[in-house]
């Protein structure tokens, strides 16, 4: 895959809008394996994200504070195992729980290359999770996965596509411009974000987003390009949501952006695709 945006054709691909015919189950499941004692907001918004993308059914995975906090606000929120069509692991988990993220992982089975969005307290144990993997690091997340496993690169796109080609997964390296990266290079660069984006929970509601998309697809076997399109819309609806509520919160003008209100706001940039 060479380098390029988005088309509207590719948006509009991934995008589904349900039919007569669909329930909860065709309409994707996702898991999320997110949220902790210590941050159980990451749950709250990851969840919140991957309901208003448009998915069937959220099934989450957490502890009991973060589970509560859910449960709360959002009682569609499945809390037992089952059957699941991507995964979400990391948001909100303290990068030291390797036991318990292998032990999250257990209690949603996916198939071993089913879709799964790898953030956060999960990045450094990737190569040891199954599926097909969409990693998504921020610069500093990335180099500390290039310190600790002694790549040279310094550069924040050489270390993206260096742990891409070495680790056989799609990164999507977020910044102002993120970019997507297969094994075999950029897949996408993508228009730039709102610098508001830089604030507490935002990357969580895009691991929701990416999750959701990926479940909605239905798709047991993935490739890197099928990968990277998906991660790379999900990054168009969360910068589209980030626009409008940067400019409702500034009147007009951009201004400070809320985790919880871009979450909410990810339905209606859904809505305008599907319609």
Known sequence: MSPHSLSPEEIRAVIRRPGPTDDKYSRGVVGLLVGSQEYPGAAALACEAALSSGVGMVRLVTEPAAEQAVLATRPEVVITPGRVDAVVVGCGIPAERHEEITQRLGRLPLSDDGAVVVDAGALGYAPEIPGSKILTPHHKELAALATTHGYDATDPREQAALVASEWDVVVYQKGSHSTV???????????????????????????????????????????????????????????????????????????????????RAVSAVVAEVAS
């Not at 626009?243 to 979450?263: D, F, H, T």
């Open 181 to 263: 990266f297969t094994p075999d290079g950029v897949a996408y660069e993508l228009e730039e974000a709102s610098p508001w984006l830089s604030t507490a929970g935002t990357g969580d509601v895009l691991a929701g987003v990416m999750g959701a998309l990926l479940a909605q697809q239905k798709n047991e076997s993935w490739n890197h390009p099928e990968l990277a399109r998906v991660a790379a819309v999900a990054g168009w609806v969360h910068a589209k949501a980030a626009e409008k509520v940067s400019r409702e919160s500034g009147g007009g003008k951009p201004g400070p952006i809320l985790a919880a209100e871009l979450a």
